[in-house]
């Protein structure tokens, strides 16, 4: 089933536009650089796939406009009407048959240009036939751009055209401008419709959608039509015409009874009648809308005869669809939209009608014998005649009675809003908000209350208790107020106890030291030399001293030296089984004399009169080096990783370097035969019959070099 | 409005944004910034195309803003001397402006018997002969090259029909071949496609007229019949001599015009 959304086409471009497109697109896709000195046949080539691309890219875009419009013979008569209508048919084949013809012309400028690039002989020609042929598909396309322009036009328009489904349930509403079609329409559907006192307020058709027996009904509201020849009906009222031809739809012909609308019940039915022709096989009900203005009964005679006669044209339709007696209700039915009185009634009534009609067609076309026998209801069979009504304990009748009850009591109570609007509105009528104030004395609800009475504030003696409540108030505050005064409490002195004072004095001594030792220490790295712990003179950080700090603590130290110790162990073992035995306080200490010895050992090499420099090869005890030759080999290695790459790729000292270009020797003397000129290029030839081993030619290239003639090697060409 | 006009039914129902005519304004008044920015900074294709289309649009507000300003003011005209005029001292002399006509008449009867005529395009660019002749080589063995390929427009005529390959020597190949002429009218300046009847003459010698050889300058015969020319005396011209004013090599169509 096709789609009718005509918002999938393509936007048209403008003639400008699209020359633009289609020619940057080229300049784009192929390739943009040719020369003079390329060979003929790749510059043909070059300039013809030009023109062919060009061409192509035509070809597919105006297909594609092609393609997409609908064609209006193709699609449902309904939408194809409709766009006649709108756009009037021939205008619209003629714009696409311009473009279908541009199209051709295009391949065949294209075709020739081709053909003459072949004998294009210079890039001069050939460029010159390809800007030809590009010029003459985009005057081509200059010439169709005003049926482009109106394309996307319509297109523009197409797009917003409401998606009415032509196949499905659909409701129409007709009758004269103003009658109350879309105040209908907008109270049943959630369509939002424009509802205006002038006419003409709808001017094209409209769509809202709604439910009936879980079924989704589509109602078009149409512009209002007035009776006029056929001929000169104007493209709005056209619309509708087309909706009621071709959509099969239930048909609610609205009357407005009381001739608000500007035209007489008598119009309205000469209207009917002249459009009865369309509601041939369609469901009819004729609306009496306005109902609150004028009621059906308070009609004139004539009038009243006049809707008999409607009435019976519409009987006639129900008659011709199956002879159901229906009962009048079905088929003339009164409403008013303002007060929402019988419009639920009319939906139902046509949704109803357009069903039944819908289900027996359905029944009697041959389609549905295919379906017929997959279908089978099962109803129970009964087993005795015994009535099984529902059983409903008696509790839950007796609560949804009250329920009743309440809610009609609701409803009969009169609400203060009601209240507001008997007595002139909102801005009118201002409620009394005393009216519910529970009293001792119900007189008592009018009166004025004083605010100052006998000199007192009134407010002050409302309530019995009001002393007491206040002083119990007061005493609150104070407590929190104290709360609060103890947070920011500062210390002093007189406050603490004696121990408190005691290590209060401590803890600021101990701060004081902490921050006067730091200030010595502080100084930054440029200002004094920073000495590893290693060459720590002081000996302060010993494991000993971490010992005596942790037992005044009161903990047990030897866990903790261990563990030191064990981490301090870098010294070789042999050094210490002199002085092994100790308990750890002391080993700790030979490691400070260790240490001692060291820097003992270097400031006495410091102390020398004259500092003695080594040889580079002369290997250090201690370095870990075995001898002179290893020493210079890893100084070599390092020198050689610390040199820089050549990344830019500059000449190097490994480049070949030819010092003169000319050496003189070669240029100058005179030359018993030969030419001068090839006193320049020296060059040796050496024709060998047959192979020569490799020897041979190093003796040859050596005899070269001892000739002093190195540009005689250098242009050694072996042949 | 129809039901889908989203942006016209919430204009009607809720009106405009409170600063939508000023923003609206100052947007506009910005273009003016971000055009000059563009023009400044588009590069290549793009920035050449802007300039030209610029550049139009420049010169056409010039022209308006000059239509605008000049206004009607009165200026002293000068009489113009009416053509053959005679000052009042020389009224009754008139043999010399007749002698000047007969002579006239006598130079154009001479230049019909010679030939020249007055054309468009008086002089052309010789064109050579390796330009116009290509060298086609034949025989088994591809050495000879008496053949020559035409590789400018040709115009054969409707009965034509090749020489045997054997002997022809000028080959005129049928992708060159025209039959048709975009030909325009000098005083009613419109063009029309009409069909050749013959090559009448080729300036660059009689050899090419005889082959057929169109190139700029040639005059063409072609057929009037659709514009619907009549002579004085009552008969319909159907052909008529035009000047080709392009090179139809290079641009895949002969351009002509009229001789009238």
């Keep these: 089933m096709v789609q009718y959304n005509f918002k999938k086409i393509t936007v048209v471009p403008t003639g400008k536009d699209f020359i633009d497109i289609i020619l940057s697109r080229t300049q784009r896709r192929t390739p943009t650089q040719v020369h003079k000195g390329y060979a003929i046949s790749r510059l043909r080539q070059f300039y013809m796939r030009k023109v062919k691309f060009t061409q192509q890219n035509f070809h597919d875009k105006l297909s594609t406009i092609i393609e997409e419009f609908p064609r209006l013979d193709d699609i449902h008569p309904f939408y194809g009407d409709l766009l006649h209508v709108l756009y009037n048919k021939d205008h619209y084949k003629l714009a696409l048959g311009q473009i279908n013809t541009a199209r051709n012309l295009i391949g065949k400028i294209a075709k020739d240009y081709v053909k003459l690039l072949k004998y294009g002989d210079s890039l001069y020609r050939c460029k010159s036939l390809k800007v030809a042929a590009l010029g003459r598909m985009c005057t081509v ?73 879980y079924l989704r009904y589509q109602v078009i509201d149409t512009p209002g039509i007035l009776d006029r020849p056929f001929e000169d009906r104007n493209i709005i009222e056209m619309c509708s015409i087309t909706a009621l031809a071709h959509l099969r739809a239930a048909v609610l012909f609205f009357l407005d009874i009381s001739g608000s609308c500007g035209y007489s019940i008598a119009q309205q039915a000469a209207l009917f009648h002249s459009i009865k022709s369309l509601f041939m096989n369609k469901p009819l009900i004729i609306v009496c809308n306005k109902t609150d203005l004028q009621p059906l009964e308070g009609i004139s005679e004539d009038d009243k005869k006049l809707v008999m006669e409607m009435k019976a044209e519409a009987m006639k339709t129900v008659i011709g669809q199956g002879g159901e007696a229906t009962d009048d209700d079905s088929v003339l039915l009164t409403m008013s939209t303002l007060t929402e009185d019988g419009v639920i009634a009319v939906k139902n009534a046509a949704c109803e009608r357009l069903l039944n009609q819908r289900v027996e067609l359905k029944m009697k076309s041959k389609k549905l014998n295919d379906c017929l026998n997959r279908f089978h209801v099962a109803m129970p069979k009964p087993r005795d005649q ?109 406050e603490l106890t004696p121990e408190e004072q005691a290590a209060l ?131 070599k290695m390092a020198k050689r990783s610390s040199k820089k790459r050549n990344k830019d790729a500059r000449r190097g000292e490994a480049d070949r370097v030819i010092p003169t270009l000319k050496p003189k020797h070669l240029f100058s003397g005179k030359r018993s035969t030969g030419k001068t000129d090839r006193q320049k290029f020296p060059l040796l030839w050496i024709h060998i019959q047959q192979p020569v081993a490799s020897h041979v030619w190093g003796s040859c290239i050596r005899y070269a070099v001892q000739l002093q003639q190195p540009a005689i090697v250098e242009n050694l060409f072996v042949c | ?81 009416h053509e053959g005029a005679l000052p009042a001292y020389l009224l009754d002399r008139d043999e010399t402006t007749r002698a000047k006509v007969l002579s006239n ?73 025209f039959t048709k002429a975009h030909v325009t009218h000098p005083e009613l300046k419109c063009t029309f496609n009409l069909e050749i009847i013959g090559v009448k003459k080729n300036p660059n010698g009689p050899m090419y007229t005889s082959l057929g050889v169109i190139t700029k300058g040639t005059i063409i015969e072609v057929n009037v019949s659709e514009l619907g020319l009549v002579t004085p005396a009552g008969k319909v011209v159907w052909g008529k001599y035009a000047q080709v004013t392009n090179n139809p090599e290079n641009d895949g169509c002969i351009n002509a015009v009229l001789l009238v």
């Design chain 1, 505 to 635: 004095a401590e803890i600021r001594k101990k701060k004081s030291l902490l921050i006067q030792q730091h200030r010595i220490k502080k100084s930054t790295a440029e200002s004094r030399p920073t000495v590893p712990r290693k060459f720590d003179k002081d000996k302060q950080f010993t494991a000993e001293r971490m010992g005596r700090q942790l037992s005044s603590l009161g903990l047990d130290p030897s866990m903790a030296i261990d563990r030191a110790r064990s981490r301090s162990r870098g010294r070789k073992r042999e050094r210490s089984p002199d002085r092994g035995g100790n308990d750890g306080l002391d080993s700790m200490e030979v490691d400070g004399d260790q240490q001692n010895k060291k820097l003992r050992v270097r400031s006495r090499s410091a102390s020398r009169s004259r500092s003695k420099s080594r040889p580079p090869g002369e290997v250090v005890p201690g370095e870990g080096l075995k001898d002179t030759a290893q020493k210079k080999k890893a100084i």
């Design chain 2, 105 to 177: 008449t006598i130079k154009q009867k001479r230049k019909e018997k010679a030939g020249k005529w007055e054309v468009p395009l008086p002089k052309v660019r010789p064109v050579a002969e390796d330009e116009m002749f290509r060298v086609l080589r034949s025989g088994k063995r591809k050495t000879k090259q008496w053949k020559r390929m035409i590789t400018k427009a040709t115009f054969v005529g409707p009965s034509f029909t090749r020489k045997p390959p054997k002997y022809e020597r000028f080959i005129r190949p049928s992708g060159l071949r």
């Design chain 1, 386 to 494: 015994k009535d099984r009504p529902p059983c409903i304990p008696q509790a839950v009748l007796e609560a949804k009675a009250k329920k009743a009850e309440e809610t009609a009591e609701k409803e009969k109570r009169k609400l203060e809003r009601d209240l507001e609007n008997e007595n002139g509105g909102a801005g009118v009528y201002s409620a009394s908000l005393k009216k519910h104030y529970i009293l001792a004395d119900d007189e008592w609800k009018e009166d004025v209350m004083p605010e100052i009475l006998d000199g007192h504030n009134v407010y002050d003696f409302i309530d019995p208790d009001i002393l007491m409540r206040l002083e119990e108030l007061e005493r609150e505050e104070g407590a929190l107020q104290g709360l609060e005064a103890d947070d920011d409490f500062e210390m002093d002195g007189a």
């Design chain 1, 141 to 213: 396309i200059k010439r169709v751009s005003p049926s482009l322009a109106y394309l996307e036009q319509i297109r523009q328009h197409m797009a917003r055209l409401p998606s009415i489904d032509p196949n499905t349930r659909t409701i129409l509403i007709c009758g004269y401008p103003n009658v109350g079609k879309s105040s209908f329409i907008n109270k049943i559907t959630r369509a939002d419709v424009d509802v205006q006192p002038y006419a003409f307020t709808t001017k094209s058709l409209f769509v809202g959608h709604t439910d009936y027996k």
């Design chain 2, 1 to 81: 409005m129809p039901q889908g006009d989203y942006i016209e039914l919430h204009r009607k129902r809720h009106g405009y944004r409170h600063d939508h005519f000023e923003r609206k304004r100052k947007k506009e008044a910005r273009e003016v910034h971000k055009r000059s920015q563009i023009a400044q900074k588009a590069l290549g294709i793009k920035g050449k195309m802007f300039a030209k289309k610029r550049y139009a649009e420049k010169a056409l507000m010039k022209k308006t803003l000059a239509m605008h300003e000049e206004s009607s003011t009165r200026r002293k005209v000068d009489d113009d001397v």
